[in-house]
């Protein structure tokens, strides 16, 4: 019976760390996409449907917080800006006369302006503490990338020839993403 206690015993201290293993894996939340932070950005979000499919989308959503959907959502931006430039780049080589040449380099600035005030406002929200003051420059910052490419529109609707839909598509999808970092800001408080 002493032996059988012994064998018991040593069994069960082998298994104790299995046990502790399984329980502490149960007692850990079950780390799903919390999605409330993000529906509650996304509806007032100009165009909730992409502002849920893009911030869904990126693994960090899961675990980020009022500041981390921020700077996703301007990383998220930043790229599609980049990308626009591109664009104007390919529109810029095709263009025929140099009124048309103009207004795509005009687009061009505006939309490397747009990344430089993103990179601002993300620059702000690594900040360990946010003041009113930056708070304040984070929406003026993101204003300005908001207007570039309404200002871009704007050069086509003077004189013809009329903005390529491409390009059309491409300023209404970066409004639409700067439009979550502003709501982002809007919902930003200091401290």
Do not use: H
């Given at each position: 019976?002493?032996?059988?206690?012994?064998?018991?015993?040593?069994?069960?201290?082998?298994?104790?760390?299995?046990?502790?293993?399984?329980?502490?894996?149960?007692?850990?939340?079950?780390?799903?996409?919390?999605?409330?932070?993000?529906?509650?950005?996304?509806?007032?979000?100009?165009?909730?449907?992409?502002?849920?499919?893009?911030?869904?989308?990126?693994?960090?959503?899961?675990?980020?917080?009022?500041?981390?959907l921020?700077?996703i959502?301007?990383?998220?931006?930043?790229?599609?800006?980049?990308?626009?430039?591109?664009?104007?780049?390919?529109?810029?080589?095709?263009?025929?006369?140099?009124?048309?040449?103009?207004?795509?380099?005009?687009?061009?600035?505006?939309?490397?302006?747009?990344?430089?005030?993103?990179?601002?406002?993300?620059?702000?929200?690594?900040?360990?503490?946010?003041?009113?003051?930056?708070?304040?420059?984070?929406?003026?910052?993101a204003?300005?990338?908001f207007?570039?490419?309404?200002?871009?529109?704007?050069?086509?609707?003077?004189?013809?020839?009329?903005?390529?839909?491409?390009?059309?598509?491409?300023?209404?999808?970066?409004?639409?993403?700067?439009?979550?970092?502003?709501?982002?800001?809007?919902?930003l408080?200091?401290?």
């Amino acid at each position: 019976m002493v032996y059988s206690f012994k064998i018991y015993s040593s069994l069960l201290v082998s298994l104790v760390p299995w046990f502790l293993f399984i329980s502490l894996s149960d007692a850990r939340p079950n780390r799903k996409p919390t999605t409330t932070l993000i529906n509650q950005i996304c509806s007032q979000a100009q165009n909730s449907s992409l502002c849920l499919q893009v911030l869904e989308s990126d693994p960090r959503s899961a675990r980020a917080d009022l500041r981390g959907l921020g700077k996703i959502s301007i990383d998220i931006a930043r790229e599609d800006a980049k990308q626009t430039l591109n664009l104007i780049a390919l529109f810029m080589k095709e263009a025929s006369n140099s009124s048309l040449k103009r207004r795509y380099d005009v687009c061009a600035e505006l939309y490397g302006g747009a990344i430089d005030d993103l990179n601002g406002a993300g620059q702000i929200l690594n900040k360990k503490v946010l003041s009113p003051f930056d708070i304040s420059t984070f929406r003026i910052k993101a204003s300005a990338a908001f207007d570039g490419p309404v200002t871009c529109e704007d050069g086509f609707d003077e004189v013809p020839p009329k903005e390529p839909s491409k390009l059309k598509e491409a300023n209404k999808k970066f409004k639409d993403l700067c439009d979550i970092v502003l709501v982002i800001g809007a919902s930003l408080k200091s401290g």
